[in-house]
Antibody
């Protein structure tokens, strides 16, 4: 069955770079895109970016200068990297396929 | 970017009560292909979002038929006909017509009265 699972550090220092991995199973990254969505504590959902099945990417314009999404199709993994973190980047980070299948999310706290 | 405005932000209901949530878009969500890419999600406490409805009115797999979606253009509604305890949480609408970026409404929290 389709599964996605986020992994990465739960605590990051301000000004540093966040690196998260979304490991998928039950489908191929060459057939489906993967999206990253985040949610600050007690707040709503924010679309961050997508890596399409052909490997192209699109990013939220508010994050574009700090964000990159890549993948390793052989390992069924999608990578999110975001630099120059600030405390308001504290959030749960989700990866999703087509907004139908979601990972459980990973809570990332940015400490000053 | 398309802005989606949900009302109310908080909705108090009793079990069995029917309720509605509104989602208004800053632009028409009717796509040139004839589809309207408006979705509804439920996020229960401590859980990931779950897709309830796609393309305005189509129920997702396993979603109870007490949920229904309607609307067109810029105005959309999610209705729950007989709230059950498992329906409590935060509801979000999302548009994909003018994507990227995909945008979400601010959310409507459904709580017990």
């Amino acid at each position: 069955q389709v599964q996605l699972k986020e992994s990465g550090p739960v605590l990051v220092q301000a000004s540093e770079t966040l690196s998260l991995t979304c490991t998928v199973s039950g489908f191929s990254l060459t057939n489906y895109g993967v999206i990253w969505v985040r949610q600050p504590p007690g707040k709503g959902l924010e679309w961050m970016g997508i890596i399409w099945r052909n490997g192209n990417t699109d990013y939220n314009s508010a994050l574009k200068s700090r964000l990159s999404i890549n993948r390793d199709t052989s390992k069924s993994q999608v990578f999110l990297k975001m630099n120059s973190l600030q405390t308001d980047d504290t959030a749960i980070y989700y990866c999703t396929r087509s907004y139908t299948y979601w990972g459980q999310g990973v809570m990332v706290t940015v400490s000053s | 970017d398309v802005v989606l405005t949900q009302t109310p932000s908080i909705l108090s209901a009793t079990i069995g009560q029917s309720v509605s949530i509104s989602c208004r878009s800053s632009q028409s969500l009717l796509d040139s292909d004839g589809n309207t890419y408006l979705y509804w999600f439920l996020q229960r406490p401590g859980q990931s979002p779950q897709r309830l409805i796609y393309l305005v009115s189509n129920l997702g797999s396993g979603v109870p038929n007490r949920f229904s979606g309607s609307g067109s253009g810029t105005d959309f509604t999610l209705k729950i006909s007989g709230v059950e305890a498992e329906d409590l949480g935060v509801y979000y609408c999302m548009q994909a017509t003018h994507a990227p970026p995909w945008t979400f409404g601010g959310g409507t929290k459904l709580e017990l009265k």
